[in-house]
T-cell receptor, first 115, second 114 residues
């Protein structure tokens, strides 16, 4: 039962262009969504989050969009830089019920930004 | 400020043995969570502790146990190790569980079972 899905295993983008990473979820109890970046041999690094009461959150080059009706979120990176090359994980959590306090992750998307 | 620290970084065990992994949270963080990540997948939730009490448990067998100490550090114990327990074990901390609280991860312990 994959409650959080990242359907694109990999994405290749040219430096300076926009990277768009997508994520879908099925559990309507989720109300907080996060994106993490992971380099090899390191733990996931928190990038940006969004509450379900919002549809957009921006932090520098990173913007997360949430479409609750479609149960879909996306991460936009503009402009993309070679140092952004990493595995990106989408995660979700919710208060109450069985999802309280825990993060449910997608499978990850490998982003490669070419110079 | 120091981030989440985990020890050891790597560990090799054989089937049937037990293992203890350790985690120190970010200063001021009282909640610690453990995750297992196998190759090609996202991290899977194992446990969450807050104020020394278990607040959540994932779908893992009873061979997995954990505890949190008064200084908010935590241990994850796995008994009767199986080949399938080979994975990266990640610890994450946050100020409190639930709500809009980002969890911050350590670099993990790479456990290999022979």
């Amino acid at each position: 039962d994959q409650q959080v899905k990242q359907n694109s295993p990999s994405l290749s983008v040219q430096e300076g262009r926009i990277s768009i990473l997508n994520c879908d979820y099925t559990n309507s109890m989720f109300d907080y969504f996060l994106w993490y970046k992971k380099y090899p041999a390191e733990g996931p690094t928190f990038l940006i989050s969004i509450s379900s009461i919002k549809d957009k959150n921006e932090d520098g080059r990173f913007t997360v969009f949430l479409n609750k009706s479609a149960k879909h979120l996306s991460l936009h990176i503009v402009p993309s830089q070679p140092g952004d090359s990493a595995v990106y994980f989408c995660a979700a959590s919710g208060d109450g019920g069985t999802s309280y306090g825990k993060l449910t992750f997608g499978q990850g998307t490998i982003l490669t930004v070419h110079p | 400020d120091a981030g989440v620290t985990q020890s050891p970084t790597h560990l090799i065990k054989t089937r049937g043995q037990h293992v203890t992994l350790r985690c120190s949270p970010i200063s001021g963080h009282k909640s610690v969570s453990w995750y297992q990540q196998v190759l090609g997948q996202g991290p899977q939730f194992i446990f969450q502790y807050y104020e020394k009490e278990e607040r959540g448990r994932g779908n893992f067998p009873d061979r997995f146990s954990a505890r949190q100490f008064p200084n908010y550090s935590s241990e994850l114990n796995v008994n009767a190790l199986l080949l399938g327990d080979s994975a990266l074990y990640l610890c994450a901390s946050s100020r409190r569980p639930g709500g809009n609280q980002p969890q911050h991860f350590g670099d993990g312990t790479r456990l290999s079972i022979l």
